[in-house]
């Protein structure tokens, strides 16, 4: 099936650290989320951009839409031990649409 | 509490059974998505329903079926299971205006 490119595919670092993903794509996408997965449970929205070039921050957490519509990135800023999961972008075609193509995911592991 | 609910949690069975998930939604959320997440990857598409009819489906074979009811609870339905059904399957439900998908902690499948 169809996925996201999304690298880097696993980062380990040291709690205080920051760190960055990003999320390309050889389509246009018109929203971009960024989702967390914990093990064994289901992707929590993390952020989501709905406009190229759109800069939005959750706490720790700033993602931006690419201005070609086609990458995402998203920075974690002073990593703490929570942090450690799974990180997956997402793209959307059009609001409304059928549905998510999520990238392979970014394992992120923190060392205290 | 992510408001989107799934049963069971774990399931296992044989190749060439049949399998129903469930999936319990927020109220008003009359969006409702399945995915296919197998290990190591990001989930992938299965199909979408939308006021209990079906308007987006991804590159899944017809024994992958579903329903949506009005009580905006929904089932997965996959008929002769095979050896790579195994997987993780969420389910995600989303209100009619703008917003992320909510995803539910999912059912882990295993066809022995």
């Known amino acids: 099936g169809q996925q996201l490119n999304q690298s880097p595919q696993s980062m380990f670092i040291q709690e205080g650290e920051d760190v960055s993903m990003n999320c390309t794509s050889s389509?246009?996408?018109?929203?971009w989320l960024w989702y967390k997965q914990d093990p064994g449970e289901g992707p929590v929205l993390l952020i989501a951009l709905y406009k190229a070039g759109e800069l939005t921050s959750n706490g720790r957490l700033t993602a931006q839409f690419g201005i070609t519509r086609k990458d995402s990135f998203l920075n974690i800023s002073a990593s703490i031990p929570s942090d450690v999961g799974i990180y997956f972008c997402?793209?959307?075609?059009?609001?409304?649409?059928?549905?998510?193509?999520f990238g392979q995911g970014t394992r992120l592991t923190i060392n205290p | 509490e992510t408001g989107v609910t799934q049963s069971p949690t774990h399931l296992i069975k044989t190749r060439g059974q049949q399998v129903t998930l469930r999936c319990s939604s927020q109220s008003g959320h009359n969006t409702v998505s399945w995915y296919q997440q197998a290990l190591g990857q990001g989930p992938q598409f299965i199909f979408q329903?939308?006021?209990?009819?079906?308007?987006g489906r991804g590159n899944f074979p017809p024994r992958f079926s579903g329903l949506q009811f009005p009580n905006y609870s929904s089932e997965l339905n996959v008929n002769a299971l095979e050896l790579d059904d195994s997987a993780l399957y969420l389910c995600?439900?989303?209100?009619?205006?703008?917003?992320?998908?909510?995803f539910g902690s999912g059912t882990r499948l295993t066809v022995v």
């Open positions: 995600a439900s989303r209100l009619p205006s703008l917003g992320g998908y909510t």
């Open positions: 329903y939308y006021r209990e009819e079906e308007n």
């Open positions: 997402a793209g959307q075609w059009e609001e409304g649409a059928q549905k998510l193509v």
């Open positions: 389509s246009i996408f018109n929203t």
